[in-house]
């Protein structure tokens, strides 16, 4: 079955630190572009950080440079998110995504036309 599963999340308070996990089924990571998205309530959904599979080149909103981490483990078809120094701005339904990439430029992973999405992981951030 082809499916993505994320899991990590929870409640926090601000300046804490929450790892988001997304693991693969029925497919391997390699060669793909994986994207991390949020959307709090009443907002639209937004790309948060971004990877090439093929070359780990990753990519970041400007809201979470410097503050968030995205990786990947092929082995365990995985793509983690690590966020630090959490804002309650941060806060919101995190999902993973998955499309077909061989390229190297994780900057190109924004752009794409992604079509496989997880369930999702609510992240909440107080004040």
């Known amino acids: 079955q082809v499916q993505l599963v994320e899991s990590g999340g929870g409640s926090v308070q601000a300046g804490g630190s929450l790892r988001l996990s997304c693991t693969a089924s029925?497919?391997?990571?390699?060669?793909?572009?994986m994207g991390w998205f949020r959307q709090a309530p009443g907002k639209e959904r937004e790309g948060v950080a971004f990877i090439a599979t093929s070359r780990s080149s990753t990519y970041y909103a400007d809201s979470v440079t410097g503050r968030y981490t995205i990786s990947q483990d092929n082995a365990k078809s995985t793509v983690y998110l690590q966020m630090n120094s959490l804002k309650p701005e941060d806060t919101g339904m995190y999902y993973c995504?998955?499309?077909?990439?061989?390229?190297?430029?994780?900057?190109?992973?924004?752009?794409?036309?992604?079509?496989?999405w997880g369930q999702g992981t609510q992240v909440t951030v107080s004040s």
């Open positions: 995504s998955v499309v077909p990439y061989s390229g190297t430029y994780g900057s190109l992973c924004r752009g794409q036309q992604y079509n496989l």
């Open positions: 029925g497919f391997t990571i390699s060669n793909k572009c």
